[in-house]
């Protein structure tokens, strides 16, 4: 029986994509887990089982806020943090699926990720918002001026010199205008750095949304909890209320129940990610 119930919503959903003029896809943290990054299980333990025994780290996410003593160490762990979630991975297959569901299509792609994956699957770059930032970027620490800088140098440089969790100041970046201390690009306090890139993003997004307020959009909500609602979940509410002829497909272990109003034009899963995403390929 639940075979068969899943089996109609995944027939439904790809009906509806078939159907669409267009396609806009939310990512959240729950799609990069499901993909494959581990945050706290196994894989985050073996490497950064060193940090786990001095510190007690008990996860990736919540170590990024560590107070670390000294710029050597908190980058020396950021370095290590940007490698395993970026640097060392290839674009990851169920991000090569979604890819194949919305290749025929107009389509977009904002998420909170951080984490490049969509860009690494085949996405293009001027069809990817990214709100909270990229990984592969740092600013100044109190945004000095409005520019982010390529990491890459940076981390790998750190990567091979570290020793006992930190490394010679020498290898720690310096804010090029005001000569203090450097960021990753992630939104995390008051002086996250929207730079032009960031605003022509932005700007492509809106107009997307504005192209089709009034057509058969389908919305791909993927792993977005409630940590940060407004930014994606609340937004694709909105429009499936507003637009009649839209299409919420909600994918996510929790927190699957919208608004009322909206339940005759979504379809949810709470099912595995991993599981459902390839099954709508079509």
């Known amino acids: 029986m639940i075979e068969k119930i899943l089996h109609k919503r995944i027939e439904e959903a790809k009906e509806k994509i078939r159907e669409a003029d267009a396609i806009l896809i939310g990512?959240?943290?729950?799609?990069?887990?499901?993909?494959?990054?581990?945050?706290?299980?196994?894989?985050?333990?073996?490497?950064?089982?060193?940090?786990?025994?001095?510190?007690?780290?008990?996860?990736?996410?919540?170590?990024?806020?560590y107070d670390?003593?000294?710029?050597?160490?908190?980058?020396?762990?950021?370095?290590?943090?940007?490698?395993?979630?970026?640097?060392?991975?290839?674009?990851?297959?169920?991000?090569?699926?979604?890819?194949?569901?919305?290749?025929?299509?107009?389509?977009?792609?904002?998420?909170?990720?951080?984490?490049e994956q969509f860009r690494k699957a085949g996405f293009p770059h001027d069809r990817i918002f990214e709100v909270q930032g990229d990984y592969g970027r740092m600013q100044c620490s109190v945004a000095c001026h409005n520019k982010t800088y390529?990491?890459?140098?940076?981390?790998?440089?750190?990567?091979?010199?570290?020793?006992?969790?930190?490394?010679?100041?020498?290898?720690v970046p310096i804010c090029p205008v005001c000569g203090g201390t450097m960021d990753v690009n992630l939104r995390i306090n008051q002086y996250f750095v929207e730079d032009e890139r960031w605003h022509e993003s932005a700007e492509r997004y809106e107009k997307f949304v504005n192209k089709y307020l009034d057509s058969r959009l389908v919305m791909l909500e993927l792993g977005v909890g409630m940590n940060t609602p407004a930014i994606i979940r609340y937004p694709?509410?909105?429009?499936?209320?507003?637009?009649?002829?839209?299409?919420?497909?909600?994918?996510?272990?929790?927190?699957?129940?919208?608004?009322?109003?909206?339940?005759?034009?979504?379809?949810?899963?709470?099912?595995?990610?991993?599981?459902?995403?390839?099954l709508l390929v079509y």
Do not use: C
């Open 27 to 65: 990512g959240g943290a729950g799609l990069s887990a499901a993909a494959g990054i581990d945050y706290s299980g196994p894989e985050f333990r073996k490497a950064f089982a060193d940090y786990i025994r001095k510190y007690g780290f008990q996860d990736l996410y919540s170590s990024g806020f």
């Open 68 to 115: 670390f003593p000294t710029e050597e160490e908190r980058w020396t762990r950021w370095a290590r943090h940007i490698q395993f979630t970026l640097l060392s991975r290839k674009g990851m297959p169920l991000y090569n699926d979604l890819l194949r569901i919305v290749q025929d299509k107009d389509y977009f792609v904002i998420t909170t990720n951080v984490d």
């Open 150 to 171: 390529d990491d890459t140098e940076v981390v790998n440089t750190i990567n091979a010199h570290a020793h006992d969790l930190t490394v010679a100041s020498e290898y």
């Open 236 to 278: 694709f509410e909105e429009i499936t209320y507003t637009n009649k002829k839209s299409i919420l497909i909600r994918i996510n272990n929790n927190w699957t129940q919208g608004v009322r109003e909206n339940v005759s034009r979504t379809i949810t899963f709470d099912e595995d990610m991993s599981k459902v995403i390839p």
